[in-house]
């Protein structure tokens, strides 16, 4: 059983940093994209960054400039680099991997909250 186990959340400065982690137990076959997702109190989850395979990165407006998505295949582990963190960056923040193979996997999430 594969599962997603995110770490990095937690609380930061307007304009602070904060990279989140994401990493895979096991291995995932057939995977297409590895995304970043959040969803802030009241709020549908909405996606933030997407890495697709063979494909380019894609970042919500709202956080053009400021997040970076990485990936280390050898470490199974995907991170979102996150600068110059706003009040309204704050949310919980979920990895996801879509596969061919096996669909869906999701972590259980990661608070990230943006606070003086």
């Known amino acids: 059983q594969v599962q997603l186990v995110e770490s990095g959340g937690g609380l930061v400065q307007p304009g602070g940093s904060l990279r989140l982690s994401c990493a895979a137990s096991?291995?995932?076959?057939?995977?297409?994209?590895m995304n970043w997702y959040r969803q802030a109190p009241g709020k549908q989850r909405e996606p933030v960054a997407t890495a697709s395979s063979g494909g380019p990165t894609v970042y919500a407006d709202s956080v053009k400039g400021r997040f970076t998505i990485s990936r280390d295949d050898a470490k199974n582990t995907l991170y979102l680099q996150m600068n110059s963190l706003k009040p309204e960056d704050t949310a919980v923040y979920y990895c996801?991997?879509?596969?061919?193979?096996?669909?869906?996997?999701w972590g259980q999430g990661t608070q990230v909250t943006v606070s003086s």
């Open positions: 096991g291995s995932i076959f057939g995977i297409y994209a």
């Open positions: 996801n991997v879509k596969s061919y193979t096996s669909g869906d996997y």
